[in-house]
């Protein structure tokens, strides 16, 4: 479904180590409200859903938050 190339979108030079700025990013990608708690809600939230458009809907967002950038 997913094709993986390990090669970032934008070129970068890391010039100094930022540990605050590291910390954030890390909180935004696996904190309480980051990518990762986003994508498990969205899957659960799945199954109490009434029709199966809603279903679909939240596991196609669900599993799009899945995927790395």
Do not use: C, H
């Amino acid at each position: 479904m997913w094709v993986y190339s390990k090669k970032l979108q934008y070129p970068i030079a890391i010039r100094s180590k930022d540990l605050s700025m590291a910390k954030y990013i890390i909180t935004q990608f696996g904190g309480p409200n980051g990518e990762l708690a986003a994508s498990t809600r969205y899957i659960t939230q799945r199954y109490t859903m009434p029709d199966d458009k809603g279903k679909a809907l939240l596991t196609d967002i669900g599993t799009e938050e899945y995927v790395p950038l």
